[in-house]
Structure formats: C-alpha cells, structure tokens
C-alpha cells in the first residue's frame, strides 16, 4: 500500500514557525492533487490546505489563510507546508494525502473526501 513519507513538525511557541514535507508518488507526480489534513484527539480529522501539482495552484482553510503556504519541489516530487505565526489551536496531529485519477484538474483538489494515500501523520505542538 502507497504511504507518502513525511517530515517535520515538532515543538514551537507561538508566534514561531515549522515547516513539514511530504513525498509524493513518483508515478503519480505531477498530476495529482496533494493535501495537509489536520487532527486533534477527539475531533474530526479537517482539512488545512490542498495544491495541485501540475499547476501549483493552492488552497487554504480560512483558519491558516494568511499563515501557511505550499511550496513544492517537482525535481523532488516533495511538497513543503510552511507554517508561520502559529497559534496554540495549530497544536494537531498533521497528516499528508494525495489522490490522482485521470482527467484531474486544479478544482478537484478541494474534495478533501477524495484524497485516499495518507502519510503516517506527524506533531505539531505550539505553546502558549
């Protein structure tokens, strides 16, 4: 079973920033749709932000609009989730996906119901 492989994430105050990576498939790149999903025990795994590979073109919750940005690596097939001026509620456990299928196009991504490879999941903890 394809898992994307990702890195990062860690301990911060508020107000500080981290970074996470993800590895994409290979096959798939650049024709697929990347996400970051978040989750916090108890609560219902939410989608942060989606790109689409091929175009680059991104998206974000309102709750991390102006704070997080994607970047990729096409000569890597790795994509970077920047994470500036954190809050404490950023404090989750951050997970990476992807999807691809024929015909994909950059509005796809944002069916965060779609996205079915995931990473292991990785912390990211902000302190107050």
Known sequence: QVQLLESGGGSVQAGGSLRLSCVAPK???????MGWFRQVPGKLREGVATVYIASGSTMFTDSVKGRFS???DNGKNTVYLQMD??????????????FWTPGLTAPMCANWKAYNTWGQGIQVTVSA
């Open 27 to 33: 096959y798939a790149y650049p024709s697929l749709c």
């Open 70 to 72: 994607i970047s990729q």
């Open 85 to 98: 001026s954190l809050e404490p509620e950023d404090t989750a456990k951050y997970y990476c996906a992807a």
